[in-house]
């Protein structure tokens, strides 16, 4: 496959120029070569590289090479630059990193130095664009702005997070799973002072236990089988910035001790390490379970509960601001018929009025899914019905979806609603013979939701 990395060399002997575009394009490098500084300027102006590759004297000109590295700074051109020379000192290697350079060699060297040094600039090239451009998209994507809807509740979280993001204190988001309490975190971060450091996320329930201590803490060479070199953990990668754990209730109780160590004193000890590394981050905690009744009967930590809660967000659910359903589905349809080449779509009226009826058990994320499957799906320049999934369509005729009137003296919504959940999850356990996975699906749940609800309710699994 094509290496799309563009070099550029700078020396003015030409077997040197030579080897050199010869080694590299072996490994499928993009090489340009000249002659002088000022031919490298002219290039470098109009063309685009990765990587230079400079002698440092040329001619009569002794510190050439450092002249077209101090031209680079100059102009504000970031690209990561190696100083070929024979008449180097640790003197001038330490100049030429002062003005950018991203390693230094000495002539004569074989091949592989120079190819080595080569791939090693390139990735730390790559990596810091991947860095950059994704410290671009969490902007993006925690801007309070892109909380869509006008609805109270949700001007309620925006207000809520205006408000915190600026505190050092932690915070539990909660809600349902499919709510958007990973936007609500990243929100936090880019309004508060820890915007220019990482925000990373971890989902707890996502990771296994006998991993998410590694993940969390890091580890050292021979911790456990298969521990080849030293790990740094997430708290360390997060330092300075702010580290998101969501699903923070399937955190194993041995963990949850030790995470309330790093509440207390900021020191992050690695698995199988003697030595602590003191860290400065925010957390932010999420959940779709009650950690006051977890706490309650005992597979939650209370003492830690307490540390996390200081602040507490709920998010709502999609069905408590259904007035923002139509806001929601313009929304994803412009975005992800963008995402998706898919020129400029709408939906229409009728699928519209389905979407707006139907109850959302997935809440926002549900929502997005059905509107990327329908824009990915949908043949003509409008979402239609034909384009949204049936057990969505069936939902507005389904007789139960109009039987309740609402009596002349009002009722009890909380009871009536935690009645109706508990009916149709028996409902479901019975006709899946006790299957959770199977009763989830019929139920249009997650696993860990239908969890939730058996234990909210006390029904047996």
């Known amino acids: 496959m094509e290496n799309l990395h563009r070099i550029l060399v700078i020396d003015d002997e030409e077997n040197m120029r030579e080897l050199l575009e010869i080694v590299l394009q072996n490994d499928e490098y993009d090489v340009t070569t000249v002659g002088s500084p000022d031919e490298a300027q002219e290039l470098l102006e109009a063309t685009a590289f990765d990587l230079v590759l400079t002698d440092l004297r040329m001619g009569t000109e002794r510190n050439a090479g450092m002249r077209l590295l101090a031209w680079l700074e100059e102009k504000g051109i970031s690209i990561p630059a190696i100083m070929i020379t024979a008449h180097g000192s640790v003197e001038t290697a330490i100049e030429a990193m002062k003005h950018g350079a991203a390693d230094y060699i000495m002539k004569p060297f074989k091949n592989d130095e120079i190819r080595l040094l080569v791939r090693r600039a390139i990735e730390q090239r790559d990596l810091a664009r991947e860095n950059?451009?994704?410290?671009?998209?969490?902007?993006?994507?925690g801007k309070v702005e892109n909380m869509v809807g006008t609805s109270a509740a949700i001007e309620e979280v925006r207000d809520m997070i205006r408000r915190v993001a600026g505190l050092p204190s932690t915070i539990a988001i909660c809600g349902e799973s499919g709510t958007g309490k990973e936007l609500v975190a990243r929100s936090i971060h880019q309004l508060s002072g820890r915007a220019d450091k990482p925000f990373v996320a971890v989902n707890c329930g996502s990771i296994p236990e006998n991993l998410l201590e590694s993940e969390l803490?890091?580890?050292?060479?021979?911790?456990?089988?298969?521990?080849?070199?030293?790990?740094?953990?997430?708290?360390v990668i997060a330092d300075g910035g702010t580290l998101f754990l969501d699903e923070i209730g399937e955190l194993?109780?041995?963990?949850?001790?030790?995470?309330?160590?790093?509440?207390?004193?900021?020191?992050?000890?690695?698995?199988?390490?003697?030595?602590?590394?003191?860290?400065?981050?925010?957390?932010?905690?999420?959940?779709?379970?009650?950690?006051?009744?977890?706490?309650?009967?005992?597979?939650?930590?209370?003492?830690?509960?307490?540390?996390?809660?200081?602040i507490p967000i709920a998010v709502p659910a999609l069905r408590d601001h259904a007035d923002d359903i139509p806001l929601l589905v313009k929304h994803f349809t412009k975005s992800l018929s963008e995402r998706l080449n898919r020129g400029t779509l709408e939906c229409g009226d009728d699928a519209m009025e389905v979407l707006c009826a139907y109850h959302w058990p997935g809440n926002t994320r549900e929502l997005e899914n059905i509107i990327e499957r329908a824009v990915a799906l949908c043949r003509g320049e409008a979402i239609t019905l034909a384009d949204i999934p049936s057990h969505v369509r069936e939902h507005l005729s389904a007789p139960e979806a109009r039987e309740h009137k609402l009596p002349e003296a009002g009722l009890d919504l909380e009871t009536l609603i935690a009645d109706l959940e508990v009916d149709l999850i028996e409902q479901a356990l019975a006709r899946s013979k006790h299957s959770q996975k199977r009763a989830a699906e019929l139920l249009g749940l997650s696993a860990r939701s239908l969890r939730y609800r058996l234990q909210k309710y006390e029904l047996d699994g």
């Open 132 to 141: 950059a451009a994704h410290r671009k998209e969490q902007a993006r994507l």
């Open 217 to 235: 803490f890091g580890h050292t060479k021979g911790a456990f089988t298969g521990a080849v070199r030293d790990k740094e953990g997430l708290f």
């Open 252 to 310: 194993p109780l041995l963990l949850q001790v030790k995470l309330l160590r790093v509440l207390d004193d900021n020191l992050i000890t690695p698995l199988g390490g003697t030595r602590g590394t003191v860290v400065d981050v925010r957390l932010l905690s999420a959940t779709n379970r009650d950690l006051e009744e977890m706490a309650r009967e005992g597979t939650f930590r209370e003492d830690l509960y307490y540390r996390l809660n200081v």
